[in-house]
């Protein structure tokens, strides 16, 4: 069973960049594919980004396309999510999320076994 702990949130402006970070350890951290996802005040869980187990195929909602990048360190066990122009609608509570899998990686939020406690990114206008 994989532990995730997110680090790197925070308070921005628009326009600026914020580097999410998600350590993992208990697992075999290159069997497990990654995702974020975000949650803002009375919204439900959305997707973010994906990574695969390699590293080699990344998915992303279109709403962060183009900004965001997701990125994985597998002899590091870390997992990032690099946010470029940022805009007051990417506010929310960041969560990292892991599930084996040995091939893609899964958009869904039912789709993943172990979830991180979140971090907080807010940006102002």
């Known amino acids: 069973q994989v532990q995730l702990v997110e680090s790197g949130g925070g308070l921005v402006q628009a326009g600026d960049s914020l580097r999410l970070s998600c350590a993992a350890s208990?697992?075999?951290?290159?069997?497990?594919?990654m995702g974020w996802f975000r949650q803002a005040p009375g919204k439900e869980r959305e997707f973010v980004a994906a990574?695969?187990?390699?590293?080699?195929?990344?998915y992303y909602a279109d709403s962060v396309k183009g900004r965001f990048t997701i990125s994985r360190d597998n002899a590091k066990n870390t997992v990032s999510l690099q946010m470029n122009s940022l805009k007051p609608e990417d506010t929310a509570v960041y969560y990292c999320?892991?599930?084996?899998?040995?091939?893609?990686?899964?958009?869904?939020?039912?789709?993943?076994?172990?979830w991180g406690q979140g971090t907080q990114v807010t940006v102002s206008s």
């Open positions: 208990g697992g075999t951290f290159n069997n497990y594919a």
């Open positions: 990574i695969n187990w390699s590293g080699r195929k990344t």
């Open positions: 999320a892991a599930v084996i899998r040995d091939f893609g990686a899964p958009t869904l939020v039912y789709e993943y076994d172990y």
